[in-house]
């Protein structure tokens, strides 16, 4: 069984560009959310998608959005860069209603210039 | 709203001896609540959770935890630290994730465990 994958691992942009982050989700797993996780702070929620749609979203601006695709893999953009951006972005999957137990990958460390 | 509260920032602990790390949550229903590790450059790993079965709830790597709903506590346990045990610690609340809703995790801020010799 193949767990989350997430990639780049690290990325370092500059103020102002775009950066499209992917995740493939754990085999049978239908649901992905994504975390923004700062320096020394626990991970803050961006949004979920289930079905392909957002399912929710944390307290984050309209410039961070996300896909998924059919398979379930799903991306993250985040357009304008700010250096607050800068942080460890992870993704967890999960399957929808089993207790909200969600598998997460490794992380992107995004740095922002 | 939904939230946790990790009451230490950092703790030390001697290797073999016990391990306490303390979480108080809050919650307007009944939570799922689990604990978090994440090694330095690793994912975060499900150490154990609680969904409302047993109050004592066993996890990995000889960690348990209680939930105590009198206290709105989790605290996370071991009888003996091994240096292995040096990480992060994130106590988490989440919701059911009912259908049509999102199973957002909220984590607390984090309790860093060092294990000294």
């Known amino acids: 069984e193949t767990g989350v994958t997430q990639s780049p691992t690290h990325l370092i942009k500059t103020r102002g560009q775009q950066v499209t982050l992917r995740c493939s989700s754990q085999s049978g797993h239908n649901t992905v959310s994504w975390y923004q996780q700062a320096l020394g702070q626990g991970p803050q929620f961006i949004f979920q998608?289930?079905?392909?749609?957002?399912?929710g979203r944390g307290n984050f601006p309209p410039r961070f959005s996300g896909l998924q695709f059919p398979n379930y893999s799903s991306e993250l953009n985040v357009n304008a860069l700010e250096l607050d951006d800068s942080a460890l972005y992870l993704c967890?999957?999960?399957?929808?209603?089993?207790?909200?137990?969600?598998?997460f990958g490794p992380g992107t460390r995004l740095t922002v210039l | 709203a939904q939230s946790v509260t990790q009451l230490d920032s950092h703790v030390s602990v001697s290797e073999g001896t016990p391990v306490l790390l303390r979480c108080n949550y809050s919650?307007?229903?009944?939570?799922?609540l689990f604990w978090y590790v994440q090694h330095p450059n690793k994912g975060l790993q499900l150490l154990l959770k609680?969904?409302?079965?047993?109050?004592l709830v066993k996890g990995i790597n000889g960690f348990e935890a209680e939930f105590k709903k009198s206290e709105t506590s989790f605290h996370l346990t071991k009888p003996s630290a091994h240096m292995s045990d040096a990480a992060e610690y994130f106590c988490v609340v989440s919701d059911l994730g009912i259908a049509g809703t999102a199973s957002k995790l909220t984590f607390g801020t984090g309790t860093r465990l060092q294990v000294t010799l």
């Open positions: 609680y969904t409302s079965a047993a109050t």
């Open positions: 967890a999957s999960s399957v929808r209603g089993l207790m909200a137990e969600q598998f």
């Open positions: 919650s307007s229903y009944s939570p799922s």
């Open positions: 998608y289930y079905r392909e749609e957002e399912n």
